[in-house]
């Protein structure tokens, strides 16, 4: 793939992904996947098992494990393809993974520091102060209901499914992304646990930044209300609609959808 890419894109998207093409070992997942997100929207990914839905965060993330293979993605104006993945986390893109990892020995009070302290040198910013930082910590765990003793914890260690996730949406307050990617948040929460992580992405929303909700099931989006529903399938987005798509899926599966791909792709 050419290094130099030419872009002739808007100034008023955050992301614009153009005929992506992707891989993992040797097999090609992501088929040219086309995708515009401005601010302040919310777009839902759905599809069944196996249609490139955790991929496509995995590459617009910069996992090393996925070799892009065609098309181009564009990132506030900046070829994200060419970025490491430590630079487009600095640039404002975050990922809320399906399945948190546990770091033990490493607790999140210092995780955070380094995390936040490392955005900071990369946009020339002096370190923040301890105590800048507490204050900080303590604003942010309350928006997810973040238990002090938590957040004082090794990173994920020992935490239920639930904490996890609340940990994943504490870490996107505390980071401020511009584009924060969630990768089947709602797998195995509770309801409980569902309504405050949606809680904690609701509150995080303004006109500047923007968010995809990767999920299978249209629970989810009952409290997290997306402007744009997509649907995964093969690799293509295949259907793009409202809210109103996520219901029709969950009155007919996917069924129809398969059927209708295949079809047009006889």
């Known amino acids: 793939m050419e ?47 196996g249609s490139g839905k955790s991929t496509l965060s995995m ?33 404002g893109l975050f990922l809320g993974f399906q399945y948190p990892v546990e770091i033990p020995g490493v607790s999140m009070m210092n995780f955070m520091r380094a995390a936040v302290n490392a955005k900071r ?3 020339g910013e002096q370190p923040m102060s301890a105590a800048a930082f507490l204050k900080l910590m303590r604003e942010k765990r309350a928006i997810v209901e973040l238990d002090n003793k938590l957040a004082s914890r090794s990173v994920n260690e020992g935490f239920s499914g639930g904490e996890k996730k609340r940990n994943e949406i504490f870490q996107m307050a505390v980071l401020e992304p511009k584009l924060s990617i969630l990768d089947e948040t709602d797998s195995g929460l509770d309801i409980d646990a569902l309504r405050i992580v949606a809680e904690g992405v609701n ?64």
Request: negative net charge; glycine residues 8%.
């Open 59 to 91: 590459v617009l993330a910069g996992n090393p494990a996925y070799t892009v293979t065609g098309g181009e993605a564009d990132f506030c104006g900046k070829d994200l393809l060419a970025m490491e993945p430590e630079v487009r986390s600095h640039e």
């Open 203 to 266: 509150k995080l929303k303004t006109d500047n930044n923007a968010t995809i909700v990767i999920t299978h099931y249209q629970r989810l989006l009952d409290y997290i209300k997306p402007d744009f529903v997509h649907i995964l399938y093969k690799g293509r987005i295949v259907m793009t609609g409202g809210p109103e798509l996520a219901l029709e899926l969950e009155e007919r599966g996917y069924d129809w959808i398969k059927e209708s791909a295949d079809a047009e792709n006889k």
């Open 3 to 49: 290094k130099k890419r030419k872009f002739r894109l808007s100034i008023h998207k955050m992301l614009r992904v153009k005929d992506l093409h992707a891989e993992i070992g040797g097999k090609e997942i992501l088929k040219g996947i086309n995708l515009e997100i401005n601010p302040g929207e919310v777009h839902a990914i759905m599809g069944p098992n």
């Open 121 to 123: 040198e990369y946009f």
